[in-house]
């Protein structure tokens, strides 16, 4: 079965950076789609960033537009988010999730039930 390891998160100063990094396993599609999504308290899961591998498009929420960026390696079995610029509003808990395979998700925006599989969660605490 699918099984995705988070790592990366951390505590660190308004104005700084941190990579997050998400191990997959457990499916040979070479067709998915990864993203990162986050969920501060008392509020609802936010989808951050996505990639489709067929052609590296990406998605990314205004509110990370050019501070984030969404990556894979090579095997497509990982995916990071770079987040540089880190402000207090980005403090939350963030996900990896993954659906394979994936012709694509919704328009305009990804949501969280277009992906089947998600990670444990990783702290992002920026103060």
């Known amino acids: 079965h699918v099984q995705l390891v988070e790592s990366g998160g951390g505590s660190v100063e308004a104005g700084g950076s941190l990579r997050l990094s998400c191990a997959a396993s457990?499916?040979?599609?070479?067709?998915?789609?990864m993203g990162w999504y986050r969920q501060g308290i008392g509020e609802e899961r936010e989808g951050v960033a996505a990639i489709f591998t067929s052609d590296d498009s990406t998605y990314y929420a205004d509110s990370v537009q050019g501070r984030f960026t969404i990556s894979q390696n090579n095997a497509k079995d990982m995916v990071y988010l770079q987040m540089d610029s880190l402000k207090f509003e980005d403090t939350a808990v963030y996900y990896c999730?993954?659906?394979?395979?994936?012709?694509?998700?919704?328009?305009?925006?990804?949501?969280?039930?277009?992906?089947?599989?998600w990670g444990q969660g990783t702290q992002v605490t920026v103060s």
């Open positions: 999730a993954v659906e394979v395979p994936c012709m694509g998700w919704s328009m305009p925006a990804p949501k969280a039930s277009d992906f089947d599989h």
């Open positions: 457990g499916y040979s599609y070479i067709v998915n789609c």
